[in-house]
């Protein structure tokens, strides 16, 4: 076999994929993918997966593991319904939970796509135990999505990476709340490239940050056109552990993205879409889990400090929000 075409790789699925699918339901489902994830205090990996029903209504149900590859619980009934009486915003569905655990109040805040008339918004969610959910309702207007919290406060307020749509792009943003209700200080984060990058016109936020000694490592998604539809894939970024709407570094290149056929053939092909991961008790291993051509769920594995590695030897320093990378400066040896 040739290895002309031969690409570092840092993130290896797992030889069990797809880890979970709609057969896998104790109810009718059409499609289950896109899981937030957490670890519970006793060690269990749960998934806040997005179910999508036979209508094309999305919901959220919870599925619990031992070891986050099989043996899952799932719960008997839909764990967080649309609500559209109580909440308008809710009424085509609710999707692509992104889960932060919070020190400061000792809750998990589920970041979430509410899907309105006037499309899809940020909503948030404060729950304790995965059964009993405290909508807090709207918090980014249509169009806006791709939601998740940073895990602690910064200069006594909460920072939020969404990303709003506008008639010319799709970029990654960071707001700030003193409550978690009232948000303001809004700061381009990321902007998405132009022309023929992997990431050109449209990128967003994957699972939430991930705090490392080096800062908060950020993999994100984008979304090339082509004349055969949008392919999904992953990048990384870092940014400042104090100032987290600093970003240190980008990647040039494209980490991951869809080759298996699990990935390539579904509702929608061509899609790797993580949005929830696990640290392992080792403090490195990560477990990513994503989307699947938004059919089923898989998980890919690898290395916090192997990200990094990676990231400064196939990144470039990053100046203000050109649109263009900077002038490309290696860290490290190779790239």
Known sequence: ?????????????????????????????????????????????????RVEDRRGISHLCAARSKNGVDGWEIDAEPTLMPDPESHPEELWGIEDARITWLDDIETYVV????????????????????????????????????????PKRFDGHYA??????????????????????????????LPARRGAWWDANKIGLSPPPIETKEGWLVLYHGVRNSCAGCLYRLGLALFDLDNPDVCLLRGDEWLFGPETHYEREGDVGNVAFPTGFTIGEDGDTINLYYGAADTSIALARGSINQLLDWLKRHGSTYVGVAAQPAEKTHFGTGS
């Open 1 to 49: 076999m040739s290895l002309n075409n031969a690409h570092e790789e840092v993130l290896f699925r797992h030889d069990k994929n797809p880890i979970l699918t709609a057969a896998d339901w104790p109810y009718p489902a059409h499609t289950v993918f896109n899981p937030g994830a957490t670890l519970l205090q006793d060690g269990t990996t749960l998934l806040l997966c």
């Open 111 to 150: 970041a979430y796509t509410a899907y309105s008339r006037s499309g899809p918004g940020v909503a948030l969610a404060l729950t304790h135990d995965f059964k009993k959910f405290d909508r807090l309702g709207l918090m980014m207007q249509p169009d806006d999505k791709d939601a998740a919290l940073l």
């Open 160 to 189: 939020l990476i969404h990303r709003p749509v506008t008639d010319v792009s799709a970029n990654m943003w960071m707001s700030y709340s003193p409550d978690l209700s009232n948000w303001g200080n809004h700061k381009l984060l």
